[in-house]
């Protein structure tokens, strides 16, 4: 487990708090033709109660979020990712499983994880990830509830490589997608415009010249999830429902994704957490 703090902060400040920061960071590795910001994708899991999406709006200090992420465009053979994103407190931890999006279908037809993870990335625990991720699944009769898609720079810290730090922009979404969606560019609400979040992940402390920046820049920790923060806004934008619950458990299409052909739970083996 990590700790992950983030801030919001003002895209007018943006290029002031980065020039502060390069002097101690280099850019992501992972960084493709020279560019310095690349595309998150992602699918958000909930059930029609939308517990994942409560748990966080009532604080509530264990929990945890499923989705897809894909990054980029769709080109080729892209590798995406099934995720559970869990949360104690402030430490962060993941569970991730390999795919090739092209299966994507398959998969969640049969449930097959060993089948479907990618062969360049496998071993047990990928496996077991993804056999965890298919149990939330079936139990907790989860759906796509939002696509949810954003620019991220992202840096590491020249002197520790598990100190990282994002600024993540541009933040758009689709409600109610389908798999298919993970790649699409249409039908994006914009969600908040001129502002940027900002993340650090780190596993202890951070350093003194981080937290200067932090002073500099009178920034201060919030608790933000963009998966409630764009449910949150497509409820504003239908205010005829009296809350967000209603509004996605009265939308069709929430029956249309109902995903009816999935294969019975595996045996938790543990998988509960």
Same mark, same amino acid.
């Given at each position: 487990?990590?700790?992950?703090?983030?801030?919001?902060?003002?895209?007018? @400040?943006?290029?002031?708090?980065?020039?502060?920061?390069?002097?101690?960071?280099?850019?992501?590795?992972?960084?493709?033709?020279?560019?310095?910001?690349?595309?998150?994708?992602?699918?958000?899991?909930?059930?029609?109660?939308?517990?994942?999406?409560?748990?966080?709006?009532?604080?509530?200090?264990?929990?945890?979020?499923?989705?897809?992420?894909?990054?980029?465009? %769709?080109?080729? %053979?892209?590798?995406?990712?099934?995720?559970?994103?869990?949360?104690?407190?402030?430490?962060?931890?993941?569970? &991730?499983?390999?795919?090739?999006?092209?299966?994507?279908?398959?998969?969640?037809?049969?449930? #097959?994880?060993? &089948?479907?993870?990618?062969?360049?990335?496998?071993? #047990?625990?990928?496996?077991?990830?993804?056999?965890?991720?298919?149990?939330?699944?079936?139990?907790?009769?989860?759906?796509? @509830?939002?696509?949810?898609?954003?620019?991220?720079?992202?840096?590491?810290?020249?002197?520790? #490589?598990?100190?990282? @730090?994002?600024?993540?922009?541009?933040?758009?979404?689709?409600?109610?997608?389908?798999?298919? #969606?993970?790649?699409?560019?249409?039908?994006?609400? %914009?969600?908040?415009?001129?502002?940027?979040?900002?993340?650090?992940?780190?596993?202890?402390?951070?350093?003194?010249?981080?937290?200067? @920046?932090?002073?500099?820049?009178?920034?201060?920790?919030?608790?933000?999830?963009?998966?409630?923060?764009?449910?949150?806004?497509?409820? %504003? &934008?239908?205010?005829?429902?009296?809350?967000?619950?209603?509004?996605?458990?009265?939308?069709?299409?929430?029956?249309?994704?109902?995903?009816?052909?999935?294969?019975?739970?595996?045996?938790?083996?543990?998988?509960?957490?």
């Amino acid at each position: 487990m990590r700790l992950e703090y983030k801030y919001l902060i003002s895209n007018s @400040i943006l290029p002031h708090i980065r020039q502060d920061l390069l002097p101690y960071v280099t850019y992501d590795k992972h960084l493709q033709n020279g560019n310095q910001d690349y595309t998150v994708r992602s699918i958000y899991f909930d059930n029609r109660k939308l517990d994942y999406f409560y748990d966080k709006i009532e604080g509530i200090k264990t929990r945890k979020k499923l989705r897809i992420r894909g990054y980029n465009f %769709k080109q080729g %053979k892209n590798l995406i990712f099934l995720e559970i994103k869990k949360k104690c407190e402030n430490h962060v931890y993941k569970n &991730r499983s390999p795919l090739l999006f092209e299966n994507i279908n398959q998969l969640f037809e049969t449930g #097959d994880v060993e &089948r479907f993870v990618s062969d360049q990335y496998r071993n #047990d625990k990928s496996v077991d990830d993804g056999k965890r991720f298919f149990y939330h699944f079936i139990n907790k009769s989860l759906r796509p @509830i939002v696509l949810v898609v954003y620019e991220r720079e992202a840096f590491s810290c020249k002197f520790d #490589d598990r100190l990282r @730090i994002t600024f993540d922009m541009n933040l758009r979404y689709h409600p109610f997608p389908s798999m298919e #969606d993970l790649y699409s560019d249409e039908h994006l609400y %914009k969600v908040l415009i001129n502002r940027t979040i900002l993340e650090i992940k780190f596993n202890r402390n951070k350093p003194t010249w981080l937290q200067n @920046i932090i002073n500099k820049y009178q920034l201060s920790r919030q608790s933000l999830s963009k998966y409630v923060i764009c449910l949150d806004d497509y409820s %504003k &934008r239908h205010p005829l429902n009296d809350n967000i619950r209603s509004a996605f458990t009265n939308h069709s299409l929430l029956g249309n994704n109902s995903l009816e052909s999935v294969p019975a739970a595996p045996s938790p083996g543990g998988m509960e957490q």
